[in-house]
């Protein structure tokens, strides 16, 4: 089941739920806006090329919309459908004041020079900046994109707008990023997986982990999990896969990668294939990397406890069944990997303010909210006894719900 189909799927159970009228269903389900750009471009020998960019903006009732934009081949209209409904749930569960958006342009990045990357950007920014705006849309980093892609787009946007820093998030810190915006994804799992050990009376020093990708996200996941004294026993990305039952040594392993470019070669490890990562024997699974990777050929496998879903929609419908039948605990993408967008959410209000703030308070407010988002969201789960899923879809679902008809929408 694609990505698209997964999240309507569970939108329209949360709806169900909430026993939503069915035309403000209908209304929350469709898009606000959806762009589609041609982005021609010479490249560094002097021929043209053309590229699809797209840009979709599914909700603004309660505030500016809000997403990432991916540079990444396989971006079509339907992915960045899902992924921008999902930013208008994900922003509700954390509670500020966003709807989702999402962009991208079809390309491989790895295949283009950093000047063509941002004549690239600059001619996509140019075709939709009336389109984007501090209280309208304000996109950030994704997958093929980084600080620097930011940067290009305040630049070119502030060309037709004067200058506006609050117009993307994810921007380097000399030009108004936010202090612990790299590591926020990452950090708001960590936080994320604290609140559900809580709950069971658990730790993270007493626990062990398998995290799936070694990006930016589960690095910085990896590293804070080790310096809590959680024992990472197993770690894999596209380079490979390393386990050790004693628990890596994250540190080294970084290094390692840092210089190295790749997992494999680690001496502080056992080298597996990474398709076994998954079924690694932990407490707590992590994945990481890219959706439907949980599925009804390997679900049956997990060893883990508890699934922490930092990558967007790593399980699929049929591995959600399977594993709630094991007993395992899911905590679901929209919350978990919420760091992110909450410390965009910090940048935007430290650029409108023209007042930075320091790391310390980034991490200290990021908790606050992933602690309070994970009691509003056991709060559902109670009210409407059902799993950590369908909680954070209530909890999303009924707060755009509500500000939709507090807006009067039939008007």
């Given at each position: ?11 329209r159970q949360a709806a169900r739920i909430l026993g939503l009228d069915s035309k403000l269903e209908k209304s929350l389900l469709i898009p606000f806006r959806e762009i589609k750009v041609e982005c021609t471009i010479p490249k ?126 994810g921007k380097p810190v000399d030009l108004g990023g936010s202090l612990g915006r790299e590591a926020a994804t990452g950090r708001g799992v960590v936080y994320a997986t604290e609140a559900l050990l809580a709950e069971y009376g ?159 308070q980034v991490n200290r407010e990021l908790k606050k909210y992933m602690t309070r988002a994970f009691h509003n969201l056991k709060n559902m789960c109670k009210s409407h006894n059902c799993n950590l899923r369908m909680g954070a ?19």
């Amino acid at each position: 089941m694609n990505a698209l189909a997964a999240t309507n799927r569970n939108f329209r159970q949360a709806a169900r739920i909430l026993g939503l009228d069915s035309k403000l269903e209908k209304s929350l389900l469709i898009p606000f806006r959806e762009i589609k750009v041609e982005c021609t471009i010479p490249k560094d020998d002097g021929t043209l090329v053309s590229y699809v960019g797209f840009r979709v903006q599914h909700d603004n009732a309660r505030g500016p919309m809000k997403g990432g934009i991916r540079y990444h081949p396989e971006v079509d209209l339907d992915e960045v459908n899902a992924l921008a409904q999902l930013m208008t749930w994900k922003t509700a569960v954390v509670d500020i004041p966003y709807g989702g958006a999402k962009g991208g342009i079809g390309c491989v990045p790895k295949e283009l020079s950093k000047s063509e990357l941002e004549r690239l950007t600059r001619v996509f920014t140019q075709k939709i900046h009336d389109l984007i705006g501090i209280n309208t849309d304000v996109p950030a980093p994704d997958m093929g994109t980084n600080a620097q892609t930011m940067a290009w787009i305040l630049d070119e946007y502030s060309k037709f707008h004067g200058h506006s820093l609050a117009i993307v998030t994810g921007k380097p810190v000399d030009l108004g990023g936010s202090l612990g915006r790299e590591a926020a994804t990452g950090r708001g799992v960590v936080y994320a997986t604290e609140a559900l050990l809580a709950e069971y009376g658990k730790h993270i020093k007493d626990m062990t982990f398998a995290i799936q990708g070694f990006g930016n996200v589960g690095a910085w996941a990896a590293r804070i999990i080790h310096e809590r004294g959680g024992k990472v026993v197993a770690v894999s990305d596209i380079t490979g896969a390393v386990k050790n039952q004693n628990g890596l040594d994250i540190p080294a392993l970084l290094n390692h990668k840092e210089a190295t470019g790749t997992l494999a070669g680690f001496s502080g490890g056992d080298a597996m294939s990474s398709d076994e990562l998954l079924t690694q024997e932990c407490d707590v699974l992590i994945p990481c990397a890219l959706g439907g990777v949980l599925n009804r050929e390997n679900a049956d496998s997990v060893k883990a406890k508890y699934i922490v879903e930092a990558a967007n929609h790593p399980t699929d419908p049929d591995a959600d069944e399977i594993l709630s039948k094991k007993g395992v605990v899911i905590l679901p993408d929209i919350y978990a990997n919420a760091g992110g967008v909450t410390v965009s959410y910090f940048e935007w209000v430290q650029n409108i303010q023209g007042f930075m703030w320091d790391e310390e308070q980034v991490n200290r407010e990021l908790k606050k909210y992933m602690t309070r988002a994970f009691h509003n969201l056991k709060n559902m789960c109670k009210s409407h006894n059902c799993n950590l899923r369908m909680g954070a879809f209530t909890l999303g679902v009924n707060r755009v719900a509500r500000a939709t008809q507090l807006r009067g929408w039939e008007a």
